[in-house]
């Protein structure tokens, strides 16, 4: 029998991703033989240090875990605290959150659409580069990011770890006038999208679909609020899963392995999965608004979406959706009485689940009867979908493998970026390395 | 005239233990952007670049704290290869919210977050840049103020000292004409301890200052826990305000230690 070449793909440092990781990827012939997302950035330990912490601080300290989704990690902690405390905030106050939430997705996703993964498409190193060639499509992407970053800052004082978000709802709540011109600007973000999912659209894809198992929120038939997820929901799954948040940990598993600073998530039985915008979009297609549903159909978007590369579409059509969906909240509000329920310390635990732009995120906090954190628990969406990162590599390099050294660690990073994994969120975890021997 | 034609500068941006918030400022500043990237040249900046030049680098932002015996040894090479150091964030001028370790056992958070510890290798202190090398410029805030780092790489470029107060936040409310809320209101705020910068946010949002852009030039940190007493705060109330996303800046962790002991 002839000995096989074996050769091996190597990226230390990816670019485009949020914190520092690397990838490995070893063959052997046609055969994959090892697929490892490495993830060198250093931990932090806030499930450690969160102990001790009085509940109202919470917030602004899992803010910090990430620099891109600290809305995320704030309404994560907020609904985890006020179930263990017994508190449902709703009517206005809830609406603002999910306000919120819009303004983080619309900055998120257009960083993403934009800045990191159309560069790959285009064979562009960065945005920059690319806005050389393209100066009207970068100027699109930055003032439609820029009108995302605007509803943060209005409703959170900032658009990096916002300091208006507190157990109960918020610390002060704005008036209908201070909305009048951000609704204006979000009636030309609305367009932006639409032409960012026109623009994507045209971008050549590899044909690479697989049989996912998607997780991701959902409100059951028949809830009062019919809505494309965000803070609420039940985890749902194309596989039959159909539970309540606070079975998560009873449904999932984190494994550790040496080559990661991030714990990564398993779905018993079922194995790995996938969170984020293709899992959400896929289980939620019919809660879209007309609009975003037509953006997709208009792009070639069937209800479901398999093909990983094709999340630049799907984040694109998101957009659309959330600034549609701020603009209904905006039109519909009315400032309410109090900027925040009120709150009193009892000793239990509570649940949070959220929709991340990158995916579920859960937290799980343990109070003492003074409102003290006794243990804190927190899975980010990027550490959930490590190992379909790696699961993706490992299926798509055999067919690419005739490509051109440096174009087929090129697309391997593509197909690590396709998920925007967030390093600093999952080490609270990325280097390529191909190895052929 | 010269006829030589001017070499853009060269700016990089490293990251160690971080949140990425504060790299992200830069992006953040989508109607500078890209008149900076006009007027020099993004040698290295994995976040937003697959092009990662080697240095020397005229201008060097680095985000994050030094929390491995890789990171301390990347610094000391970040160092030889930067012309002009700048740290910007609470973590690469202060430790991070990371540096809450500082006052624990680290093994014992290994154990807490990750089910096999010997996997993780980690310094026992989340320290700041300047405890490692020299640092000609840090930036505060938790995150940074974009508009202050695109003053700083403004006045670098031009060879002039950047206009970066190291007054208190309470200077930036008294120009905003807040009322104070923790005299009128009996709020604890860290505003008359901490660098402005913020441009007063928190009491603008009814809430006290929660220090996120570290100690001011120079605090008078007694007489703020002093105040915090009275407002009816605990010693271990005190010693948390102290110890958060700035707690390894020695005047907060001197404040801290302080209230912890008494």
């Known amino acids: ?437 | 005239m010269s006829s030589k034609v001017r070499r853009k500068p060269r700016i990089a941006v490293f990251k160690l233990a971080s949140c990425d918030g504060c790299q992200l400022s830069l992006l953040d500043a989508e109607d500078e952007l890209l008149s900076v990237a006009g007027a020099l040249d993004i040698a290295y900046f994995p976040e937003a670049s697959s092009a990662m030049g080697k240095g020397p680098y005229d201008i060097t932002l680095v985000e994050g704290s030094v929390t491995t015996h890789h990171d301390a040894e990347r610094i000391q090479e970040i160092r030889r290869q930067s012309k002009t150091l700048i740290t910007i964030g609470a973590c690469a001028t202060a430790g991070g919210i990371q540096a809450l370790r500082n006052w624990k056992d680290v093994d014992e958070f290994i154990r807490v977050v990750y089910p096999t510890p010997k996997f993780i290798v980690t310094l026992k202190l989340s320290t700041p840049i300047a405890e490692h090398v020299p640092v000609d410029f840090e930036l505060r805030g938790c995150p940074i103020n974009k508009h202050q780092l695109i003053e700083l790489i403004t006045a670098t470029l031009a060879g002039r000292k950047p206009n970066v107060p190291t007054y208190s936040v309470c200077m930036e409310c008294k120009r905003k004409g807040n009322v104070c809320i923790e005299v009128a209101q009996g709020v604890a705020c860290m505003g008359p301890v901490t660098q402005a910068g913020c441009g007063a946010l928190c009491p603008g949002f009814d809430r006290g200052c929660y220090g996120c852009y570290g100690p001011m030039e120079s605090p008078n940190t007694e007489s703020l826990s002093n105040q915090l007493r009275i407002l009816g705060r605990n010693n271990e109330e005190i010693t948390r305000a102290f110890r958060s996303f700035n707690a390894w800046a020695w005047q907060f962790r001197k404040a801290s230690e302080e209230s912890e002991r008494t």
């Open chain 1, 1 to 437: 029998m002839s000995k096989q070449p074996a050769r091996t793909i190597k990226v230390d440092v990816l670019a485009r991703v949020e914190g520092e990781g690397g990838l490995y990827v070893k063959l052997k012939g046609d055969q994959v033989q090892d697929v490892k997302l490495k993830i060198y950035e250093p931990p932090r330990f806030f499930e450690a240090f969160l102990r001790g912490r009085h509940f109202s601080e919470v917030p602004d300290i899992v803010a910090r875990i990430c620099g891109i989704c600290p809305v995320a990690y704030q309404m994560s902690a907020v609904h985890a605290i006020e179930d263990a405390l017994g508190v449902k905030v709703d009517g206005q106050l809830r609406a603002l959150r999910r306000l919120l939430y819009c303004g983080e997705w619309i900055e998120s996703h257009t960083l993403h659409v934009y800045m990191l993964h159309a560069p790959d498409f285009l064979g562009y190193q960065d945005a920059i580069q690319m806005a050389k060639e393209h100066p009207a499509v970068v100027q699109r992407a930055l003032q439609l990011k820029k009108a995302g970053n605007q509803i943060v800052t209005l409703l959170g004082g900032r658009e990096i770890h916002p300091i208006n978000v507190r157990v109960g709802g918020f610390y002060k709540v704005p008036s209908r006038s201070e909305f009048a011109a951000l609704a204006e600007r979000l009636k030309w973000a609305r367009d932006a999208a639409l032409k960012t999912v026109r623009f994507v659209a045209t971008l050549t894809f590899p044909d690479f679909e697989r049989d996912y198992v998607f997780v991701a929120l959902r409100q059951p038939e028949g809830h009062p609020f019919n809505e494309y997820p965000f803070n609420e929901g039940r985890l749902f799954s194309n596989g039959g899963l159909d539970i309540p948040i606070g079975e998560y940990e009873a449904n999932f598993a984190e494994e550790h392995v040496q080559h990661s600073n991030a714990l990564r998530s398993v779905l018993k039985p079922h194995g790995v999965y996938l969170v984020g915008p293709l899992a959400r979009y896929s289980l939620n297609f019919d809660r879209l608004s007309p609009l975003a549903q037509e953006a997709a159909r208009d792009a070639g978007l069937g209800p479901v979406c398999r093909n990983p590369f094709k999340s630049i579409i799907v984040r694109s059509v998101e957009t659309v959706y959330a600034c549609d969906e701020a603009l209904r909240i905006i039109e519909q509000y009315e400032r309410p009485e109090k900027a925040a329920f009120e709150i009193h310390p009892r000793a239990a635990t509570g649940y949070g689940c959220t929709e991340a732009p990158r995916g579920i995120l859960y937290h799980r906090y343990r109070l003492d009867e003074e409102g003290a954190v006794l243990e804190a628990k927190i899975v980010p969406p990027t550490s959930q979908n490590l190992r379909i990162i790696e699961q993706d590599l490992g299926q798509f390099v055999p067919k690419f493998l005739n490509l051109p050294e440096a174009d087929l660690r090129w697309q391997c990073e593509q197909a690590v970026r396709n998920y925007d994994p967030c390093i600093s969120c999952a080490t609270h975890c990325l280097r390529v390395e191909i190895d052929r021997g």
